[in-house]
Structures are given as C-alpha cells and as structure tokens.
C-alpha cells in the first residue's frame, strides 16, 4: 500500500494548516456511500440479544435509530465535515451466529456537493456503540472492528467499491 499523496489532501492550505474544503464551485449530484462494521460478542449474548431478552429493551431497533440520528449530526462530530441534506439513511443490523456477534451496514444519501462517506462511518460505527452500551452489563469484552467504507458513488471521483 503506497503513502498517502500531500497534493491530494484537501483539508489542508499551502501552509498545512488544516481548513474546511471550499465546494461552492462543485455542481450538485447524486451521492450515495455505505459503510459497514461488526460487533463481536459471546454466542450467549448475541443469543440474549436474537431472543429479544435485553434489559434495556430492542437492541438492533434501537441501534438502528442511533446510527440514523447520528449520521445526522456528523458535521457536529468531525470538525471538517460539510453539513448536508441528507436525503436517505438506512443502518441494517444482522445477527451473525458465525461471527458471533452482528454485522452492520449504514447507506446514507444526499443531492450536494460533497459525499457522505463520513456520515456513513458514523451511521456504522454508532450502531456499533449503542449495540455495546445495551448490553454491557452481561459482557463487557465485546470487540467492535471492520469500520470501513464498502461504496462510494457521485461526484468527480467516481464510484469506489471496496
């Protein structure tokens, strides 16, 4: 994996002071980015969690409302972020008894002049979070990993899929 090209960050001026990215020049399109992550857990809590046995209450409905608020507030969460108007976000959780633990996929949407692929990672990794926080109190062990980008499309990069 080659280094990082400096000419290529862009939240960087002339001096290297770190900015905000100009896009007003940009045009308007269509963006789309999905990001996934994973929660690895005990085959015992996942079970907890599959049976609807949380104390807390729906672990996967209510992760699935966190990652949505919280693409929502990227911009107030990563200093350099544009806030957008997001037009679609949707966080699927999947139990995964191979893992153990659940997978977790974040697709959020937006007309602009930038991407979305920050919203995504934090649409992922706050379902992450919240499916940790519901259920420490049985295991407090659990690994999150495997936060990453897996689709990014629009704008003058083109699509990346991972």
């Excluded at 929660?39 to 699935?64: C, F, N, S, Y």
Aim: hydrophobic residues 45%.
């Amino acid at each position: 994996m080659a280094g990082p090209d400096p000419d290529k960050l862009s939240h960087f001026d002339a001096d290297g002071q770190a900015h905000m990215v100009d896009v007003s020049d940009k045009p308007v399109t269509d963006r789309i980015a999905t990001a996934e992550a994973h929660i690895v857990m005990t085959p015992a809590t996942l079970a907890l969690i599959m049976e609807g046995r949380a104390g807390k209450g729906d672990v996967l409905g209510i992760a699935r409302i966190a990652g949505i608020m919280a693409s929502k507030k990227t911009a107030e969460l990563i200093p350099l972020c544009h806030p957008l108007p997001i037009t679609k976000v949707a966080v699927d959780l999947e139990p995964d008894t191979d893992l153990p633990g659940v997978q977790i996929t974040a697709t959020v949407k937006t007309s602009g002049q930038t991407g979305v692929e920050m919203e995504a990672l934090t649409a992922a990794s706050t379902a992450a979070l919240t499916v940790y926080d519901m259920v420490k109190a049985v295991q407090k062990d659990m690994v999150i990993g495997g936060l990453r980008v897996t689709l990014k499309d629009g704008g003058k990069s083109g699509r990346f899929t991972a």
